[in-house]
């Protein structure tokens, strides 16, 4: 294993381990907190389309903010995990009645709803809300190690808005160059963008 990978996986045991431990109701209200600063965000009022993952159990949990992006009129996509060369790609979907139990115990849209593809130019009307298990204050991510969202984020050229409690924000993440820093970081404290 190369430093870089035992770094990381360090930290992910971590965090995780950090992450299950805290109590169910201070889960609650910190995803609460994370979903008000997120639809309050000038990027959120911004955007036209969200991509966002529908959450684990322990992931900050954005449900919030996916109904409410239906609710306001917006396009709602949700990521859809191909494991034979591990990517992901995003399909629109209108109700939450359009996913299904799907591979890492997820819940994905179904196979005949429509794919998000991205135009050419840089879109700021697009916003990709993607879940990490601790980010760094640069931006920097870890997540669960499949490589997914690296991959989909070399390709996506929206605004990358990344969302996690406060403490799990640390000094410094080690990353490559496959890694990507996110735009905007949201917390149940406040938003963070790149300067």
């Known amino acids: 294993m190369t430093d870089l990978k035992k770094a990381k996986s360090e930290l992910r045991e971590e965090y995780r381990k950090k992450r299950k431990e805290l109590p169910k ?8 907190l994370v979903t008000e600063k997120i639809l309050n965000s000038q990027t959120y009022k911004n955007a036209e389309t969200v ?5 684990k159990t322990e992931e900050v949990n954005v449900l919030g903010v996916a109904e409410a992006v239906l609710k306001d009129g917006k396009k709602l996509a949700c ?13 629109y979907i209108s109700s939450f009645d359009q996913l299904e139990d799907s591979v890492f115990g997820l819940k994905e849209p179904k196979d005949e709803c429509e794919e998000y593809v991205q135009k050419e130019n840089i879109n700021s009307k697009v916003i990709c809300i993607i879940p990490a298990i601790v980010f760094d204050k640069k931006g920097y991510r870890i997540g669960y190690g499949g490589g997914y969202y690296d991959r989909f984020l070399s390709k996506y050229n929206g605004i990358k808005v990344g969302v996690c409690y406060y ?5 410094e993440a080690p990353h490559g160059k496959y890694d990507f820093a996110v735009d905007v970081l949201i917390t149940e404290r406040g938003i963070y963008a790149k300067k």
């Open 25 to 32: 109701e201070e889960k609650e209200k910190l995803d609460n």
């Open 51 to 55: 991509l966002i993952y529908i959450p």
């Open 79 to 91: 990521p859809k995990c191909n494991t034979t060369d591990r990517t992901i790609t995003f399909k």
């Open 167 to 171: 403490d799990f924000i640390i000094n």
